[in-house]
């Protein structure tokens, strides 16, 4: 939990804060020509929490957490390490792959609670100073836009997120032969493949989530 939690949030509030001051330029320079800039708040806020807060720091805790659980079990595979537990009748799976998913699942939904809190600061800094946006105007936005229900999609999907990342990276490893030359190819792998699923399966959360006509911008008029 330590190594998915503490020591990747640094890089995923940078991210976070940075993708919503982008964003938040975007949206505000279009907004602003049709009189809209009371919703570039509201705009970031939902974008944020829905898509880009649990897929952005799931590919963060890819590249960092899932390349070092592949490496990690790979070297312990082609080290002889696995056939150990075996022989110590230690279920490799029980050992090594549960504690690893269960701490994937448990961060990656309080990492992306604290990205969403980044990504809109970075996004009202970016309002309040470079567009003249009232700070009031911005926070109501969001707020108004913002429902209970945004907030568990974004825990659901980074829950979701959390356990690929975890059964991929570990799975490489258990996988992993042919001594380092493995390990190396082991790991790389293991963070193409997740990269990919967890696109695949942001789409297929979202078609299930968000099916129909949304009324959040209803509400923000």
Known sequence: MAAVGPDSLFIALLTAVFVGAVFTIQVAREFINFGASNLVGG??????????????????????????????????????????????????????????????????????????????????????NVYDI????????????????DICTA????????????????????TTTGGAKGVGQSTTTAVVTSLLIIFVSNFFLSWLMFQGT????????
């Open 43 to 128: 705009v970031l806020a939902v974008a944020l929490t829905r898509e880009l807060a649990p897929v952005l720091t799931a590919v963060v805790l890819a590249g960092r957490v899932g390349s070092a659980f592949a490496a990690e079990i790979g070297t312990m595979k082609v080290t002889e390490q696995i056939d150990a537990l075996f022989i110590l009748k230690t279920d490799p799976i029980d050992y090594l792959v549960i504690p690893r998913v269960l701490a994937c699942c448990l961060m990656l939904p309080i990492l992306t609670l604290l990205s969403l809190v980044t990504g809109i600061l970075g996004g009202l800094i970016i309002a309040t």
């Open 134 to 149: 009232a700070d009031t105007v911005f926070l109501d936005s969001a707020r108004n836009l913002l429902g209970i229900w």
């Open 155 to 174: 825990l659901i999907k980074a829950c979701c997120f959390g356990l690929l990342i975890a059964v991929i990276g570990c799975s490489w490893g258990l």
């Open 214 to 221: 949304g009324s959040a911008l209803l509400q923000g008029l």
